[in-house]
């Protein structure tokens, strides 16, 4: 199939007249060929970035926005949360978080496009896939399968979601951002599990699809069986080998990972950014035409919305952070990269097959696009772990290892995926400004409502229905005095055969400990005593499964049987005892966490309880840090709970659960393929100390604070710190190509044959100052901005000349010139310019 159009030239001229008052809403019709997608009838290269509206606030999607559209994006990619848009069937929300036209809006008076992948099943680490809770309980439903109630509920929102945003004018067709539109997700992973109804499910998903008229090609990602009528892409680190199902369709990547999810209990993943470019450039290189870059703002699983397991934070160690800030260097090198690639775009498109390889060493390959009109585009790349040197149409060129240069003129490189020259930032959490004055209650341990009892343990998502993670289990266990030594009690092992996701257990009302399982057993050791032990468990929920087949299947809680072991007298069964069962907690249903709520009883003050290992709800005021910086709350003194402010969730919290020690290397070699497990940070540290607490949730004065803490902890030491960049640093060699890097204020408009050698730069926030030079070295100085050092050459002068030009700026320039250092320190060296500087107010 040859390019498909999906818009009439008539509308096109329809809309065309209100694009003389609008310029943004002008019609753009969306087209394919193999080569690329095309916007108006002219191929692109297309980056974009993903954003997840719901993981951010209304207040930050403008600066979200507008970074992306400053780091060189022309696309936004953005899943639709089913659940958050549905939350009780029929009942729709389009308002705050999920307010899905406004953001699409603001995409589109950005002068940016949207992939809006719909789903509605869409993994995303969000609770369920986001399927809403109601689904699972449709009788006779099973999910992403040929299943008739089903395929009803998800035709309803997929046209109720579509006929919404055409109402809006929000596809191309009608002047609107959404070129593209992705229904299902990652269905290959999984198909084989569903047989033949998988493929009748996948063509009848295929055609309830196309059929909406959205009028913007349809996107499967990972669907190698996708159906003709829409184009499959590649989802992963690389993406590089990746050819389309069919030749008419060009080669799209959704989601290229800039880095990982974390889970509790787990070390912070990192994706070196040198790593990041090169995948981009090695899929432009061979032939790729429109890549995603998956998060590009990963943000907060605020409320409960996070999947099975995953933090809180979802920053995904992605371009932008967690709080809405650019994070350095990764933000500023990819910028540079997009620069570089769209300086190639005219060769790129003018192409209709991609050119074949040219060899230039054993791990060493150039790609070289030349169009009939004289344009030309060329990339050598590198895969060897060593750096190298190749000639190139009789030219000699140095290649770091791992690594791709640009030419978009075939001779003049302007861009190495390497080289980067786009400042580190280190980010502080400044200020810290403690929370006082905290008032306490307890949470009852077991009944506190209506109660249910069965002979059996009873799965717990059957029951909570997901309006809350919490569940208790209580029966009692008769112990035989002559299991019991003379000292009064009997220490033995509680096993719960399998848990999902963790619980809290109290033997005759005493805290016993705390485990988690993924569904397997998980055992817990007690003390007992002679005659009746209550045993209560609070069981939790920690977020839905979100992946693989059969979700409408999940478990979680206590199913498979619970028994205590290691009494001299054998092990007790409990599964078939007499289990009685509260759903949710107390205060939850106090709405404790609102300042109505709050009224409805008694509170004491913190001092007064010193009672740790109990379930305890907290509450108290604070006041807004002045200024513009993003906040962070410090929950490093609390161990496990969640955490509201003024009535609003801000997610799920358990900083006692520290990552693993090991794992983590003193050095991330970006060399070398990249997978989830390398470059871990932080092991041994909590897996969450910081939460993010927006300043559009916040007045300036009396904030109420609500804490539900599982375990205990030190709440006079929770804190807000204030979020600014502390020290920032680069590092630029004497050859580093074309200065198009660190801000917008060194970018050079156009390419010229002989780019002069990049500039370091240096800058602080808005209202700072560098304070100090903490290191500057003109020479052969080595590391990295956690600790640089002098090599064997070293300009005497490099502290002086960065202190002159730097202290007392926000911002400063220093050219990579001998002159400017005096002198030639090691004449026939190449040299590399190394700097530090702390900022300060
Ligand atoms: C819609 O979702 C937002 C964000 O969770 C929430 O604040 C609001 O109350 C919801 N509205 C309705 C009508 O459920
Ligand atoms: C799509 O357009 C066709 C042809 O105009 C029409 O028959 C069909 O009802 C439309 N479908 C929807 C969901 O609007
Ligand atoms: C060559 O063709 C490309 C793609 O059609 C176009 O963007 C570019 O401007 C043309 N360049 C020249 C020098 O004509
Ligand atoms: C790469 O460089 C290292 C250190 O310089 C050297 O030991 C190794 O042999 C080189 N590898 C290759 C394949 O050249
Ligand atoms: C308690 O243990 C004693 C001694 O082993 C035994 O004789 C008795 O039957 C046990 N009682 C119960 C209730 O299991
Ligand atoms: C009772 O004695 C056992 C065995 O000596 C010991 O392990 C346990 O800690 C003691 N329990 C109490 C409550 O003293
Ligand atoms: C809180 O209670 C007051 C007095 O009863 C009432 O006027 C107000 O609407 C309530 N606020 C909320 C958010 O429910
Ligand atoms: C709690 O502390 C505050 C301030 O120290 C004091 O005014 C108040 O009376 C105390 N409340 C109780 C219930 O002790
Ligand atoms: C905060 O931002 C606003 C608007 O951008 C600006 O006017 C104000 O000066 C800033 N305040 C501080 C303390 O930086
Ligand atoms: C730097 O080195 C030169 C040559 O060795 C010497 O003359 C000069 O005094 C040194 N300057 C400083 C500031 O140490
Ligand atoms: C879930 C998923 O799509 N995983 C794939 C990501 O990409 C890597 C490498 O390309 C594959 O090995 C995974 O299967």
């Known amino acids: 199939m040859a390019a498909v159009t999906w818009i009439r030239v008539c509308a096109f001229l329809v809309v065309a007249s209100v694009m003389l008052q609008m310029n943004h809403a002008r019609a753009v019709s969306v087209s394919y060929d193999q080569r690329a997608l095309k916007l108006d009838g002219q191929r692109r290269m297309l980056i974009s970035g993903s954003i997840h509206y719901p993981r951010s606030t209304p207040h930050m999607w403008p600066g979200l926005i507008a970074k992306a559209k400053e780091g060189g994006l022309d696309v936004i990619e953005t899943y639709v949360f089913w659940n958050g848009h549905e939350p009780r069937r029929g009942e729709y929300n389009y308002s705050g978080r999920y307010n899905l036209p406004k953001f699409l809006k603001l995409v589109h008076e ?9 789903g509605p099943y869409v993994c995303a680490e969000w609770n369920s896939g986001g399927f809403p809770a109601w689904l699972r309980f449709i009788p006779g439903v099973e999910f992403r399968t040929d ?3 089903f395929k009803l509920e998800t035709q309803r929102f997929v046209e109720h979601l579509v006929n919404k945003l055409k109402k809006e004018k929000l596809f191309a067709e009608q002047g609107g951002p959404i070129i593209l539109a992705q229904i299902e997700n990652e269905y290959g992973n999984i198909d084989s599990s569903y047989g033949e109804a998988g493929q009748r499910y996948l063509n009848w998903i295929t055609n309830m699809a196309i059929s909406t008229n959205a009028s913007v090609p349809w996107i499967m990602c990972q669907q190698p069986e996708a159906p003709d009528s829409v184009i499959n892409t590649c989802n992963g680190f690389y993406c590089d080998g990746f050819r389309p199902n069919s030749d008419g369709k060009p080669a799209m990547w959704t989601e290229n990972w800039t880095g990982w999810f974390q889970s509790w209990g787990q070390a912070a993943p990192t994706r070196p950014v040198q790593d990041l470019a090169f995948s981009v450039a090695r899929f432009f290189q061979k032939g790729g035409s429109f890549q995603n870059y998956y998060m590009y703002h990963g943000g907060t699983n605020f409320e409960r919305t996070g999947v099975e397991s995953v933090t809180t934070s ?11 800030d650019i994070r350095q260097p990764k933000w500023g090198h990819l910028k540079d990269l997009h620069a570089a690639l769209k300086l190639c775009e005219p060769a790129l498109i003018a192409v209709d097959t991609v050119p074949p390889a040219i060899s230039l060493g054993p791990n060493q390959e150039a ?9 030309c585009a060329a990339f050598l790349a590198s895969w060897d772990t060593n750096d190298t040197t190749v000639v190139f149409q009789d030219v000699s060129y140095d290649l770091p290892a791992w690594s791709v240069s640009i030419l978009p003129d075939c001779k003049s490189v302007v861009f190495n995926t390497a080289k980067v020259g786009a400042q580190t930032v280190t980010m502080g959490m400044q200020g810290a400004v403690p929370i006082t004055n905290w008032e306490s209650l307890n949470e009852p341990l077991g009944a506190w409502g209506n109660t249910f009892s069965t002979n059996a343990l009873v799965e717990q998502i059957a029951s909570t229905k997901d309006t809350t993670d919490y569940m208790w289990y209580m029966t009692n266990v008769q112990v035989n005095a002559s299991d019991v030594p003379d000292n009064g009690s009997a220490t033995a092992t509680l096993v719960m055969s399998s848990l999902r996701d963790a619980a809290h257990t109290f033997v005759n009302g005493i805290y016993a400990g705390t485990v988690n399982a993924n569904g397997y057993q998980a055992s817990q050791t007690i003390s007992l005593r002679p005659g009746t032990n209550n045993i209560y468990i609070l069981s939790m929920t920690m977020g839905l499964q979100g992946y693989g087949p059969f979700l409408e299947d999940e478990k979680a809680g206590i199913q498979y049987g619970v028994r205590i072991e290691g009494l001299p007298s054998g092990t007790i069964e409990m599964g078939g005892n007499t289990w009685t069962y509260q759903v949710g907690l107390q205060g939850e249903s106090r709405q404790l966490h609102t300042v109505n709520g709050s009224y409805s009883t008694q509170w004491k003050n913190v001092s007064q309880y010193s009672d740790h290992n109990s379930l305890t709800w907290m509450k108290t005021k604070f006041d807004m ?12 003194s609390m161990s496990k709970g969640q955490v509201w402010v003024n009535g609003i969730s801000l997610g799920r919290y358990w900083s006692s659960f520290n990552a693993q020690r090991d794992g983590c290397e ?28 927006p300043r559009q949730w916040l007045l300036p004065k009396h904030n109420f604070i609500v804490l539900f803490e599982e375990k205990g902890g030190n709440p006079d030491a929770i804190t807000i710190a204030t979020r600014m960049p502390q020290r920032v640093c680069s590092h630029i060699s004497e050859s580093h190509p074309f200065p198009l890097s660190v801000t917008s204020w060194t970018r050079r408009g156009s390419l010229t044959s002989e780019p002069p050698s990049a500039p370091l730069a240096l800058e602080c926030a808005d209202g700072q100052r560098i304070s100090s030079i903490s290191f500057a070295s003109y020479g052969t100085p080595s590391g990295d901005c ?3 050092m002098l090599g064997a050459c070293h300009a005497n002068t490099s502290y002086d000349v960065l202190s002159k030009a730097c202290v007392g700026q926000q911002k400063c320039l220093v050219p990579i010139v001998n002159s400017i250092f005096g002198d030639d320190p090691c004449p026939g060296v190449s040299k590399t310019l190394a700097a530090a500087a702390e900022c300060g107010t």
């Open 110 to 118: 950005a002068g940016m496009y949207v992939n809006l992948r719909i």
């Open 666 to 693: 003193a050095t991330c070699d970006y060399r070398g393929s990249h997978s989830q497990t390398k470059c871990l940070t932080m092991c041994g540290q909590p897996s969450q100390r910081w939460y993010h607490l």
């Open 367 to 375: 790609h070289m696009y030349q169009g009939s009109n004289g344009t």
């Open 786 to 788: 956690g600790g640089f």
């Open 314 to 324: 979802y920053d995904y160690n992605a371009p932008i952070d967690e709080y809405g």
């Open 625 to 636: 840090p002045v200024g513009n910086s993003t906040l962070a709350l410090d929950l490093s």
């Open 147 to 149: 299943n008739e109630p």
